[in-house]
């Protein structure tokens, strides 16, 4: 039978601990309510003697969590932090009291300046003053991940004996190797009597990047509580991220003979959340709810997910509520990423026709870091413009500045593929291009409206151009094009108006 790994959540505590992610009350009940429809089993929600309002907001997440978790008041092996820890927890259900002290060498001497001995009267003291308040007492031994085996198999021990319930190995500084962080936890299965009676739980931090990994090990070494916080969020490089473990026991749970009962369609929701919350932003790349975590750029990889998508998606992004996987379309994508997403917006181009297309969208990529459905939207009715076309447009260069004189090249192919070169000085660089253009489509018109608008997102984005020209006999024609560069789409909008201008004067004719 798999083992149940209980999922301490420490955003509240240990995350808020990051500098800048401070919460008020009413924020911290937010992240309460969904980390309850993540379905955590422990909440540390604060530490209540640090001041009255860690105090108040730890007492008003207890309320709000009912008898639907067990929460956590940390403190350390000192009384007044217990006392005040107790009489807050008084309002929980099942209130858990998390008290500890420095176990390694360097907290025993440079920061408590205590010997072994005075740690372990300590330790044992605390544990025994807690359970005055509560059966369930947690022992965090800290900095054990630099802490000497044989005594802090004895801190572990004796703090058994006293009646903790939970006992904590924190790699406080994120300092250990996964190997070694796994040897460390068998050390303590296979040398602390009763061990097997108490729950052990991972605290690990990330310093060295390693925080999921040494995590894992410790499961795999006999843990059954996991301490993590959402996004990572906590002291310096943070702690454990939740969606990281959580998903690494689901896909790995055989292996290490664990499973969790996080509801892991809640993971991204949580995520913004708290991102949301703090204003630290997600990176793009970080695993399972960055932006790009479900995001395929590279030709190969496009097609690959287009024909499976576990070719190179190991998760279903379904399963922790982002949605659907994504096919970037970039100067990268190859015709298939380009096909697919044309059929999903309606457009069914085949052989030649998708070709066409193809080469067109490259263009566009080329100039742009990122291709959106907008973006192929305006280049298919560029495309269907372009089949009715009488000319089209090979280049446009304008010169135009304070103080200079607006001035444009216009180079255009007639439906014969003949070249036809024109330049011309305007008031602007829009007006030099239409006079240019006049020059080689000598047709009569009026332009009476000109508008742009941006079509997609970012710096780089498609800027449509519509206009309408009115002809001789007071017929309006409309026109449109849209390029990452407004003087290309002005032209290709004023020539599209011309075309439909010409067709139209030709078949009066006819
Ligand atoms: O990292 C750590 O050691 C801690 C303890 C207080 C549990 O956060
Ligand atoms: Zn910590």
Redesign the pocket.
């Known amino acids: 039978m798999a083992r149940k790994i209980q999922i301490f959540d420490?955003t509240l505590r240990?995350g808020e601990q990051s500098p800048g992610a401070s919460m008020n009350t009413a924020e911290k009940l937010e992240i309460t309510r969904q980390l309850l429809r993540l379905n955590v089993d422990v909440i540390e929600a604060g530490f209540p003697v640090s001041s009255p309002g860690d105090f108040a907001s730890v007492q008003a997440i207890a309320r709000e969590v009912g008898d639907n978790a067990t929460v956590v008041g940390l403190t350390r092996a000192v009384h007044k932090d217990i006392d005040s820890a107790g009489e807050c927890l008084k309002v929980a259900k099942y209130p858990r009291i998390q008290t500890g002290i420095g176990v390694s060498p360097s907290h025993m001497r440079d920061k408590l300046r205590i010997t072994e001995e005075q740690c372990l009267e300590r330790a044992v003291d605390a544990v025994k003053y807690a359970k005055r308040y509560t059966s369930d007492v947690q022992f965090y031994c800290e900095d054990a991940g630099r802490s000497e085996y044989e005594f802090l198999a004895k801190v572990v021990q004796a703090v058994i004996e006293a009646g903790a319930t939970v006992v904590n190995i924190?790699d406080?500084t994120g300092y250990s190797l996964p190997d070694e962080y796994g040897r460390r936890i068998k050390y303590l299965m296979e040398h602390v009597r009763g061990i097997e009676n108490v729950t052990v739980s991972v605290?690990c931090?990330n310093d060295l990047g390693m925080a999921t990994a040494l995590s894992l090990a410790g499961v795999a070494n006999g843990a059954t509580q996991l301490e993590c916080t959402i996004n990572g969020l906590?002291?310096r490089a943070g702690?454990t991220a939740l969606e990281e473990v959580v998903m690494g026991i689901k896909m790995h749970g055989e292996e290490l003979d664990a499973y969790t009962d996080i509801n892991t369609k809640e993971i991204m929701r949580a995520s913004r959340l708290v991102s949301n919350i703090t204003g630290f932003v997600v990176a793009p790349n970080k695993s399972i709810v960055g932006a790009n975590a479900f995001a395929h750029s590279s030709g190969i990889h496009q097609d690959g997910v287009i024909k499976e998508r576990s070719t190179y998606e190991i998760i279903d992004p379904a399963e922790v509520g982002a949605g659907k996987s994504e096919i970037v379309l970039s100067a990268r994508s190859g015709r298939a990423a380009l096909k697919m997403r044309l059929d999903l917006l309606g457009y069914h181009f085949e052989g030649a026709d998708l070709d066409r297309m193809y080469d067109k969208f490259l263009l566009l990529a080329d100039k742009k870091k990122e291709v959106y459905d907008e973006d192929l939207e305006s280049l298919v009715g560029e495309d269907s413009r372009g089949q009715e076309a009488l000319y089209t447009l090979k280049s446009v260069q304008i010169s135009c500045g304070d103080p200079l004189i607006p001035t444009a090249t216009v180079t255009l192919l007639d439906a014969n593929g003949v070249e036809h070169v024109a330049c011309s000085v305007g008031t602007g660089p829009v007006d030099a291009v239409y006079k240019a253009v006049n020059q080689i489509v000598d047709v009569e018109n009026d332009l009476t409206e000109f508008a742009v608008q941006s079509v997609t997102r970012g710096i780089d984005a498609l800027g449509e151009v519509s206009i309408r020209v009115t002809d001789a006999d007071g017929e309006v024609f409309t026109g449109r094009g849209a390029d990452s560069d407004i003087i290309v789409s002005s032209t290709k909008a004023y020539l599209h108006a011309l075309n439909r201008l010409l067709r139209a004067a030709t078949s009066k004719e006819r």
């Open positions: 420490t240990d924190p406080t605290h931090h906590g002291e702690n």
